[in-house]
């Protein structure tokens, strides 16, 4: 079984992922050869469903390239069904608070830490690495913050010991605080510093997603001190390639 038990956000290079929002297998594979460490597949805004998961996350697999799903919710049930199927990560989206973001994180422990059911699923290899699994598997568990709630909580939840880093979603945040897409605001700029400052507190990473596919912006995030940025997305990155084709007519 490929090892990517040691995917985290939390080391010493920074963490560039992807984000898939076709549900494509195709699609993963050839972004997953692109270099990224990680790949979120979109289940709040793309047309993911669980059976279509196993073959996605079988193509970043073999990569080497760690799955990661972005949820619709904080639905623990579906949490336990992702990272039973291979999910290595989650990110969780409107997060608001600390407590009910730690009850949600027990779902996707094992006792006794938590509450997650031990089942012979395909992430052990149906039962063959059961063992080694559940000794040495810990989630990587992201909340996104993408409102006001979220951003007074902001220190609390980075606080949770369950908690790997805070993630910020810059288009819904923008959309909670009056200026959807304007992520140069004083409201923006503000909630921004305080969620690195609530990061940096706890020891936990920060992140964000660079959704325009432009190297130099996600330079930028970096500079700024990002352990780990979502870049781009599938669509996104095909439409700034043929973008052009227009002035050409």
Same mark, same amino acid.
């Given at each position: ?84 199927? =291979?999910?290595? +990560? ?8 600390? &407590? /009910? @973001?730690? %009850? ?9 830490? =938590?509450?997650? +059911? ?8 149906? &039962? /063959? @690495?059961? %063992? ?118």
């Amino acid at each position: 079984m490929k090892d990517m038990q040691k995917f985290n956000i939390n080391g010493d290079a920074p963490s560039i992922g992807g984000w898939l929002t076709t549900f494509n297998p195709v699609v993963a594979e050839a972004m997953a050869i692109c270099g990224f460490d990680w790949i979120a597949i979109d289940m709040e805004h793309g047309p993911a469903d669980e059976a279509s998961a196993p073959s996605i996350f079988m193509a970043l697999e073999l990569c080497g390239v760690a799955p990661v799903v972005r949820l619709p919710s904080a639905d623990p049930y579906l949490a336990r069904r992702m990272l039973d199927l =291979g999910a290595m +990560g989650l990110i969780v989206p409107v997060t608001e608070s600390a &407590g /009910a @973001f730690e %009850d949600f994180a027990r779902h996707c422990l094992y006792p006794p830490v =938590g509450h997650r +059911g031990a089942g012979l699923s395909r992430v052990n290899k149906w &039962g /063959a @690495f059961f %063992d080694s699994y559940v000794a040495g598997f810990r989630p990587v568990l992201i909340p996104q913050i993408e409102t006001k709630e979220g951003i007074s909580a902001a220190a609390s939840i980075a606080a949770l010991e369950c908690v790997d880093g805070l993630f910020v979603g810059p288009y819904d945040l923008s959309a909670n605080l009056g200026a959807p897409g304007d992520f140069c605001t004083f409201e923006f700029t503000t909630a921004i510093k305080l969620i690195q400052e609530a990061c940096k507190d706890s020891g936990k990473a920060s992140g964000i997603h660079q959704v325009a596919p432009d190297m130099k912006a996600l330079k930028e995030k970096l500079t700024e001190g990002y352990q780990f940025v979502a870049f781009g997305t599938d669509m996104i990155a095909m439409q700034s390639a043929f973008g052009g084709l227009s002035d050409l007519k």
